[in-house]
């Protein structure tokens, strides 16, 4: 469907904003796919987060060949939360949707007119959602990945908090979203996923059957850095069932069992990493925190003999324990003599 098919369309202005760091290289790719975009009534804003490389000239170039098309703001460095953040200052009273691509991905075609008219069938949708292209940079592989409760809106809620499988780029919002939200500015990571899960536990959302972006995963991608990502999902997740516990309640196992994971993983993470301090702020079981415990004390080697002999099995625990009686009293007579 093309913008022409919408119901009493009007101009329906759709804000792009894209965020960038010191990604010239690429940012080429992610403008192209907004400017070909057939869908006539669009503005993008690209937000630089205090590039140091190209990034200005480059999009200075745009804002001149694109006028009252392509918009360029320039920011000391702050995350990309607050880069998107800025980018929400350029919305006016034209402004019916926002959408959100990264600098290392693109649109893909025909994205803004499907969901566009897909939102406009849907009056009750606050946000459409869609499946996302996969890139593997290193393979050139791509694959197309399924957005959390694809199809199953009424599930999307619960999906998305258990897999948070909705790539930014892949959302469209109506404007109405953002009177009185923002972006987790203390968030360096995943502030994507946890804007986008407390806009599901208060919103309806509405799926579209055709992969909306084209995502690339390589080095230089913030999605490498597990750590960190792993740090911020932990903390949003805590937060939204903090805030909101009738959510927790009604999907309270499946919740849980997510925590657990997120807890987990942090854990071993930081633990093969040496951060035993942070580590044991995430220990629940004896044995874990003992390990942080010996392994801050340096007594790490103590504790791994302690533990496999816990593990062998009885008989040979006490003929172990039987030869070190008879060692000592051995040893005792021979002092005494």
């Not at 202005?13 to 009534?41: G, K, M």
């Not at 940079?137 to 959390?148: D, F, H, P």
């Not at 404007?175 to 899960?197: A, G, M």
Request: aromatic share 10%; proline share 4%; glycine share 6%.
């Amino acid at each position: 469907m093309t913008v022409s098919d919408l119901p009493d369309a009007g101009e329906q202005h759709v804000l792009v904003i894209l965020p960038t760091y010191n990604r010239a290289h690429l940012l080429p790719f992610a403008i192209e796919s907004v400017l070909l975009q057939e869908y006539p009534y669009k503005k993008l804003v690209v937000v630089d987060d205090g590039s140091t490389d190209g990034t200005r000239d480059l999009c200075l170039r745009y804002v001149e060949d694109r006028p009252g098309i392509v918009a360029y703001v320039f920011k000391t460095n702050g995350g990309c939360a607050s880069a998107r953040n800025v980018g929400l200052e350029s919305i006016d009273g034209r402004t019916r949707y926002v959408c959100f691509v990264d600098s290392d991905d693109r649109l893909l075609p025909g994205k803004l007119s499907r969901e566009v008219a897909l939102l406009s069938r849907h009056p009750e949708a606050s946000f459409s959602y869609s499946d996302s292209v996969i890139f593997e940079e290193e393979t050139g592989r791509e694959e197309v990945w399924k957005a959390a409760a694809a199809a199953v809106p009424d599930r999307f809620p619960i999906e998305h908090f258990r897999t948070l499988e909705a790539k930014v780029s892949s959302i469209l919002y109506r404007v109405e979203v953002f009177q009185s939200r923002q972006f987790r500015e203390d968030l360096r990571y995943n502030e994507d996923s946890d804007f986008l899960q407390k806009i599901a536990l208060e919103c309806r959302g509405v799926y579209c059957d055709e992969p909306g972006s084209w995502v690339r995963s390589h080095p230089g991608s913030k999605s490498r850095n597990l750590l960190e990502i792993n740090r911020a999902v932990f903390r949003s997740c805590h937060d939204i069932l903090r805030d909101y516990p009738e959510f927790h309640r009604q999907h309270a196992a499946v919740v849980d069992e997510r925590m657990e994971q997120l807890r987990l993983l942090l854990f071993q993470e930081l633990m093969e990493r040496g951060l035993y301090g942070e580590a044991r702020t995430y220990a629940r079981a004896v044995s874990e925190t003992m390990i942080t415990f010996l392994r801050i004390r340096g007594n790490y080697d103590t504790y791994r003999k302690w533990e496999s002999f816990l593990r062998k099995p009885k008989r040979l625990r006490r003929a172990y324990r039987k030869a070190e009686s008879r060692l000592r009293r051995l040893m005792g007579r021979r002092e005494v003599t």
